[in-house]
């Protein structure tokens, strides 16, 4: 006689969320934008609107995190990044 095995389902793994941690560093990323997003793919213009930049010459201050890395990352040719700081 055959014995049936039943599947076991695996639970996907658990993150650890650390979304509202202060970054590591405590530096912070002055970005401006420098260039027109005239021209430019959608994709491009929703990263800066995500980033908080609207108009050329906007700044904003953002927390020196990997995701805010990477967000610059995709529009570096844009814009002007500093490392400040914080206290």
């Not at 560093?25 to 609207?54: D, E, F, H, Y």
């Amino acid at each position: 006689m055959a014995v049936k095995t039943q599947a076991v389902k695996k639970e996907p793994a658990r993150r650890t969320a650390q979304k509202d941690a202060p970054p590591s560093s405590g530096n912070m990323l002055k970005i401006k934008l420098v260039r027109s997003l005239i021209g430019n793919p959608v994709t491009q213009r929703k990263v800066a609107k995500g980033l908080g930049l609207r108009k050329v010459n906007s700044e904003v201050i953002r927390p020196d995190r990997p995701e805010v890395r990477g967000m610059v990352r995709k529009i570096a040719h844009l814009v002007r990044v500093e490392v400040v700081e914080s206290k």
